[in-house]
């Protein structure tokens, strides 16, 4: 499985991104697909996660109510709209395939993108 992140870039505060992961191979079907990120000198820290067969969705409290993950699974994409951008959301940003565990552990995720950079200016 090759997992491809997209959709990073510079914006504003307050402004609006939306990342894209894609997955090949053997895809995401049947599996919880999460969004992590990585800030220079810190810990990779969970995003947001979304299941397969029910789609629910989970959130770290720093994004619930400006992020929103989506999945479509005919494309085997996951999709992350992050809105009200703040400095501190920037990060290096990282989709990965759930294999088991706690969804906010990084260690139960298996297969991960390359990463797409994230950079919200004040």
């Known amino acids: 499985v090759q997992l491809q992140a997209s959709g990073g870039g510079l914006v504003q505060a307050g402004g609006s991104l939306r990342l894209s992961c894609a997955a090949s191979g053997r895809t995401f079907s049947g599996y919880t697909v999460g969004w992590f990120r990585q800030a220079p000198g810190k810990e990779r820290d969970f995003v947001t996660s979304?299941?397969?067969?029910?789609?629910?969705?989970y959130y770290a409290d720093s994004v619930q109510g400006r992020f929103t993950i989506s999945r479509d699974n005919a494309e085997s994409a996951v999709y992350l709209q992050m809105n009200s951008l703040k400095p501190e959301d920037t990060a290096v940003y990282y989709c990965a395939r759930y294999f088991g565990g706690s969804y906010y552990l990084k260690s139960s995720y298996n297969y991960w993108g390359q990463g797409t950079q994230v950079t919200v200016s004040s």
């Open positions: 979304i299941t397969w067969s029910d789609e629910r969705t």
